[in-house]
């Protein structure tokens, strides 16, 4: 499930006027937006709110163009006609010794939801006169980040128990805050700006360069807002906040259900390379014949602290009596027969391996697979795919004759040597450990277990 779109589908549904019904008997909206007139024209005069310079007259405008329809009661009005406050913050005048009075960046609304000032800097105390009163951020105070490309748009809704400790917290010049009136529901506008719908508009509108996208104020003040009768507005955002609580817990139960996934694969993995995956058949060949074959002095025991009671047929050894690395330093190896189709995966040490892709056709490794193996992060990986390597702390593993790879595959990806996680493990130590070998017939007997477990584990993940 898609818990995203399920979320936005939601909030398009709540600002179209579909997500509650109407009802007849609500004030009309066109009433509300005179009386939210008829307020500020007082609060203008007492000259606690200043005008806005594109303000209408008194008659209710009928707007064109306006995005969609809405239900009959509901009228259309820009932002800034309902707001009591719309501007950006102030640059401020930052202490780095006084911790009193926070100022709230772009970076305290956070990406994954929700408001922090655990990042925040705070105001030199000397320059607190200079901020009036509006400027204090108040529940229900909308605040949209306002410049730079990947954060400009993000809307987040501020609540005073965020201050904790805090006096007040004031909005620095990159964070534009969007105050209405007490009949204008807070969750509502939230939730309107919040919408893809709305979202793509400021995009759209957004002005300055590639690196340093801004958000002009006169963008949100011209805004057109569709106002929902009072009532309903209240019926509306009961209802968002019912359904994202259900798909929060959704998220949740998403969240624990990969982590489950996680541990039964690394469960499954463990069983694996100790015998208890797969029955053994007495009919397959010991391991001992087999590692006898690559090497007749080869040393075989068969249990150790780490590996106690393995079955009948497994036998332990070094893991360099199997495995044979390279260090992929020149990157030099036979291309004359590749023709495969471009680009070729650039892998390099870190978890992700795969960096990026080239058509350069030098230095591609196709003695394939191979274990691909990390000296920093001792991260492994089986690539069955043609590949260039950028990296001397990535080795590569070719297993010896009669061993299968991908029973090898598994045992580097649940081993580690312990010590210092800091540390760069060479594939040199590596080959010291004590890995356990089953019968061939046996090893592939896991591998295909083991793979066709991962698929429906897989299956499931791709399906949350």
């Known amino acids: 499930m898609d818990t995203k779109k399920l979320r936005q589908k939601i909030l398009d549904l709540a600002i ?15 009433i509300l937006l005179e009386r939210i007139k008829t307020e500020k024209e007082r609060l203008i005069k007492e000259g606690k709110i200043k005008r806005n310079k ?27 006609e309902m707001c009591l406050f719309l501007s950006r913050g102030k640059s401020p005048k930052y202490s780095d010794t006084d911790k009193t009075y926070p100022v709230f960046a772009q970076k305290c609304n956070l990406k994954e939801g929700g408001i922090s000032l655990e990042q925040a ?27 730079g490309t990947g954060t400009v748009g993000r809307t987040r809704l501020f609540h005073e128990s965020y201050l904790k400790n805090y006096p007040f917290v004031v909005p620095d010049s990159h964070v534009s805050v969007i105050r209405t009136t007490s009949e204008i529901k807070s969750e509502f506008v939230f939730a309107y700006i919040s919408s893809q719908l709305i979202q793509r508009h400021l995009e759209d509108n957004l002005a300055g360069s590639t690196n340093q996208k801004e958000l002009y104020i006169g963008v949100l003040s011209d805004l057109l807002f569709p106002i929902p009768p009072l009532a309903e507005q209240q019926r509306i955002v009961t209802e968002i906040q019912h359904w994202l609580a259900l798909i929060d817990q959704i ?44 090497n007749p002095k080869v040393e075989i025991t068969c ?40 680009p070729i995966p650039v892998l390099t040490a870190g978890k992700s391996f795969i960096i990026g892709y080239t058509n350069e056709v030098k230095g591609i490794y196709s003695q394939l697979p191979c ?3 990390d000296d920093f992060t001792t991260d492994s990986k089986l690539v069955d795919f043609p590949f260039k390597v950028k990296s001397s702390a990535m080795k590569i593993l070719q297993v010896k004759k009669d061993i299968e790879i991908g029973f090898v595959a598994i045992f580097m990806s649940v081993t580690r040597l312990i010590g210092d996680t800091h540390k760069r493990y060479w594939i040199s130590e590596y080959s010291k450990l004590t890995i356990p070998i089953p019968p061939q017939a046996e090893q592939k007997r896991i591998i295909d277990a083991v793979h066709k477990t ?11």
């Open 16 to 30: 179209h006027g579909k997500l509650v019904p109407q009802d007849p008997n609500d004030e009309p909206a066109s």
């Open 54 to 80: 594109k303000s209408t007259s008194s008659d209710t405008p009928n707007y064109e163009n306006v995005p969609f329809e809405i239900p009959s009661s509901w009228v259309w009005t820009t932002l800034g």
């Open 121 to 147: 800097r705070f105001l030199d105390p000397s320059t607190i006169c200079k901020w009036s009163e509006e400027y204090k951020l108040k529940t229900g105070d909308v605040l949209v980040n306002s410049t």
């Open 251 to 294: 998220e949740q139960g998403k969240t624990d259900l990969q982590a489950i996934i996680k541990q039964t694969k690394s469960k499954i993995l463990d069983l694996a390379i100790h015998g208890k995956l797969v029955p053994q058949d007495p009919n397959d060949e010991p391991a001992s014949e087999l590692l006898k074959r690559i």
């Open 303 to 342: 249990d150790n602290v780490h590996y106690q009671n393995l079955p009948t047929g497994w036998v332990l050894c070094k893991l360099e009596d199997v495995v044979n690395y390279e260090q992929p330093t020149a990157y030099i190896v036979d291309t004359t027969n590749y023709n495969d189709t471009y």
């Open 371 to 373: 274990i691909i193996f």
């Open 454 to 464: 991962f698929v429906k584990l897989d299956t499931i993940m791709e399906n949350l």
